[in-house]
């Protein structure tokens, strides 16, 4: 079966780095994506990785490795209003998207 | 602004009433997509459509219908809500529905079965 698995929930300190993993098992992989999510709204788009490697946008990273089936999330220089819900989802061979449950970033001051 | 309009953001119904959802996009994007989101869960695709091609997931419930009369409007009608039809509706769009396209989401609404 398909399948996404990511952290419940993690928490980090305002200013600091945090790292986000998810795991994918598709069936064909066209890439990933991570989306963050506020509570009670929309996903919001961040990232899309198709090949090997890390990805640079601002204070947030997104890293791939195909052949591990492995992505994360790197957020940097966290502020409050980071906190959210971050989404994985992979795209399959019927460029279906497969999402996970999300992790739920708690950022503390 | 190119933007996805879901209306309205809150709906309450009763159980067994049917309810109709509104979707409508300014952006031009071929592909709409509807989805169920449970609390703390992840976005369920319910339904697709590539231009008027309609993509019924498998394991979408009959009780769930969609309408797309045209590129920038689509309905999802929940012909008999019950209470574990409760959940947040998300909307989205896609350019092409190409790998990388992103999706487009609306901000969703928020139906209430009582």
């Known amino acids: 079966g398909q399948n996404i698995d990511q952290p419940t929930e993690m928490t980090a300190t305002e200013g600091a780095i945090v790292q986000i993993n998810c795991t994918y098992q598709?069936?064909?992989?066209?890439?990933l994506f991570w989306y963050q999510q506020h509570a009670g709204e929309a996903p919001t788009f961040l990232s899309y990785?198709?090949l090997d490697g890390l990805e640079e946008k601002g204070r947030f990273s997104s890293f791939l490795s195909r052949s591990k089936g492995y992505s994360y999330l790197l957020l940097k220089e966290l502020q409050m209003k980071d906190s959210a819900s971050y989404l994985c989802a992979a795209l399959d061979s019927n460029y279906q998207l497969i999402w996970g449950a999300g992790t739920k970033l708690i950022i503390k001051p | 602004d190119a933007m996805v309009i879901q209306n309205p953001r809150y709906q309450v119904t009763q159980f067994g009433k049917p309810v109709t959802l509104s979707c409508s996009q300014t952006l031009n994007h071929n592909v709409m997509y509807w989805y169920q989101q449970k609390s703390s869960q992840a976005p369920k695709l319910l339904f697709h459509y590539y231009d008027k091609d309609f993509n019924n997931e498998a394991d979408t419930p009959d009780n769930f219908q969609s309408r797309r009369p045209n590129t920038s409007f689509c309905f999802l009608d929940i012909r008999s809500p019950g209470l574990g039809d409760a959940a947040m509706y998300l909307c989205?769009?896609?350019?092409?529905?190409?790998?990388?396209?992103?999706?487009?989401f609306g901000p969703g609404t928020r139906l209430t079965v009582l």
């Open positions: 598709t069936s064909g992989f066209n890439g």
């Open positions: 989205a769009t896609s350019s092409r529905g190409q790998p990388g396209d992103e999706q487009f």
């Open positions: 990785n198709v």
